[in-house]
């Protein structure tokens, strides 16, 4: 199986599955463990409380809507940053990292502080009777700013190895402009979106710090599904916060497979263009 | 510029230009680095003193210490792990790698929340292991141990995904060289190995302090917000909100603010040195 006379393959591989196993795989596997305590009745009825309930609608509903608004203006930013040459081009592209860069405790903060009625752009939507804070809107507003980087750090790379050439065929044969993009850089760049939107999504449902100061976290309203965990967690529900910690990992594993498909898929596409 | 047909087949109009990239600087400034101003506006509210004040507070202090103190031992834990971990993926190929590449980036994928509650599930007072630690004396959640697991179980993948690609990408043969010409394994990695991702490594560092320093979820589930004990800044920035001292809440948000712009900046520098290399 080795390929290479290089030595220390048993002593690395060794260290990586143990230091895997004990910080990762055996925590992760706890949960597991936990949930076998719980009959399959106990299971499905804690995880499908109302209150559970209500807290996968808002958090799959505010998550999905945030990666689809992330998909529209990232592919924007992406464009601009990679096609156009303006001023403060350079700024733009680094600002981009913010979100990522920032704690999210400080993220959520921020976001609060900007979109109260007497923040600096709550005072603006207050007399159009948009209430931002304390709002399923203030939710997807914090997950589109968490989301931003990913579809744009996913799109970028492919607009910018996106050769000049085609556009040149597309645009030699007779297509306009318009035609050009949609049957030739659309087409090119959909695995990346589909991908980046993906990496937004599966970041936004898991999502804690930023989402909480802005929520409010109203019962059945605004409490998204992790913050409702760690109120189990903390009257010392374990069973109640097991089944749904384990609805969620369900859902981060499959997300993670379909990530990683994508860009299977993304990989193949470029190797036959 | 003259619209000849292929500019303006290959190329935009110039008014769509300038509405892309005003819609994206719009959309970027109003989302990004207003927030961002809002901190350091409402940290210096009540005047550079009462920024002072905030920031020099003993539990502020406390928060500080403990948050690098975590980091440092969560940081080098996880260099070693990426070190050997790159060394076994990207030198070798052997059955069930992409089954191991999956499971390094497991943590990305588990919300923080759940992250620490594993570690409460193992070992808090009703957990798998909780109970013996207790007879012994041994406190891990509510304490420096839990803390420090959480980070180092958040911040697990990002030395590892740095440097796996960047080794595949350099390939084997200097190595081989090496060990060919009666090198130790070691002399070949520290000597051969070692200068040629030493951008890399740095950057996956860096990566792995911001993210470490700054961890909320996580750390939050495992700490118990004993305040002056075991607080971290992400923390204690939750309890001076919860408690309404706003200006003492952006105050310390602002040093996160100054933190995380540091690690942007030192990543493009070190990005450039990678490209480089």
Known sequence: ?273 | MIATPAVAATHEPAWIRRLVIAVAAGFVGLFVLVPLAAVFGEAFRNGVAAFGHAVSDPAALSAVRLTFLAAAIAVPLNIVFGVAAAWAIARFHFPGRSLLLTLIDLPLAVSPVIAGMVFVLLFGKQGLIGPWLSAHGIKVIFALPGIVLATTFVTFPFVARELIPLMEAQGAEEEEAAIVLGASGWQTFLRVTLPKIKWGLLYGVVLCTARAMGEFGAVSVVSGHIRGRTNTLPLHVEILYNEYEYQAAFAVASLLVVLALASLVARRVIARRVEAS
Request: charged share 15%; hydrophobic share 55%.
């Open chain 1, 1 to 273: 199986m080795r390929r290479s006379a290089l030595p220390g393959f048993g002593l690395t591989m060794g260290y990586t599955l143990l230091y895997l196993s004990v910080i990762v795989l055996i925590p992760l596997a706890t949960l597991v463990v936990k949930t076998a305590d719980l009959s399959l009745g106990d299971l499905w009825e804690l995880a499908t409380s109302r209150r559970a309930l209500a807290s996968y609608r808002v958090t799959f509903g505010s998550s999905l809507v945030a990666a689809l608004v992330n998909c529209v203006f990232g592919t924007l930013v992406a464009w601009a940053l990679v096609r156009y040459r303006f001023p403060g081009r350079n700024i733009l592209d680094a600002i981009i990292d913010i979100p990522f860069a920032l704690p999210t405790a400080v993220s959520g903060l921020a976001l609060t502080a900007v979109l109260a009625p007497t923040g600096w752009i709550g005072r603006f939507l207050e007399p159009l009777g948009i209430k931002a804070v304390f709002t399923p809107l203030g939710i997807a507003l914090a997950l589109v700013f968490i989301g931003l980087p990913f579809v744009v750090r996913t799109v970028q790379p492919v607009l910018e190895e996106l050769e000049p050439e085609v556009e040149e065929v597309a645009a030699v044969l007779g297509a306009t402009r318009w035609q050009t993009l949609v049957r030739v850089i659309i087409p090119a760049v959909t695995p990346a979106l589909l991908t980046g939107f993906a990496l937004a999504f599966a970041r936004a449902i898991g999502e804690y710090g930023s989402v909480v100061f802005i929520s409010g976290n109203k019962q059945l309203e605004t409490e998204i599904t992790p913050l409702l965990i760690m109120t189990r967690l903390e009257q010392f529900d374990y069973a109640g916060a097991t089944a749904l910690a384990l609805v969620m990992l369900v859902v981060s594993f499959a997300m993670l497979l379909a990530i990683n498909g994508l860009g299977a898929w993304a990989r193949r596409r470029a190797g036959h263009a």
